[in-house]
C-alpha cells in the first residue's frame, strides 16, 4: 500500500442484495459478507464495501461522486439499465471525453466516462 492513497470506499445501501447483485452483474465485482448488515467488494480498483443504512450518496446534497472508467460507454449505458440501475444523467461531452450518471438499486449515485 501507498503512504496516503485512497485506499478504500464505503456506501450506505438500504438494500444489500441487490445492490451486490447490480455491481456483480454490470461490473463484474466480487463481493465477501461481514455479517448481515456489510459486504465488501475487490475487483472495482479500488476496494470498498456497503453498508445497511437508510442513506445514498447523491452530488446534489453534497456527495463525493465515484467515477468508472469505460472502453464503450453506450454499452456500459444499456448494462446499467438491463441491471435495474436508473439514469440520472444522460451521456454529455465534457473536456477529456463523456460520461453519464446513474443510481445503483439502493440509490448511490455514480458515474460512468470515457475517452473514446
Not at 464495501?49 to 469505460?70: C, E, H, R, T
Not at 444523467?89 to 470515457?114: M, Y
Request: net charge negative; with cysteine.
Amino acid at each position: 500500500m501507498k503512504h496516503h492513497a485512497i485506499n478504500y470506499v464505503e456506501f450506505a445501501a438500504k438494500d444489500l442484495g441487490s445492490t451486490e447483485a447490480f455491481f456483480h452483474r454490470v461490473f463484474g465485482w466480487d463481493f465477501t459478507p461481514y455479517g448481515p448488515e456489510y459486504i465488501a467488494f475487490s475487483g472495482s480498483g479500488l476496494e470498498g464495501g456497503f453498508y445497511q443504512a437508510d442513506k445514498m450518496a447523491n452530488v446534489n446534497s453534497g456527495s463525493a461522486l465515484v467515477v468508472i472508467y469505460s472502453e464503450d460507454l453506450e454499452r456500459s449505458l444499456e448494462e446499467v439499465q438491463k441491471a435495474g440501475g436508473t439514469i440520472c444523467q444522460d451521456i454529455f461531452a465534457f473536456p477529456g471525453g463523456r460520461r453519464f450518471h446513474f443510481l445503483e438499486p439502493s440509490g448511490n449515485e455514480l458515474a460512468i466516462w470515457s475517452d473514446k
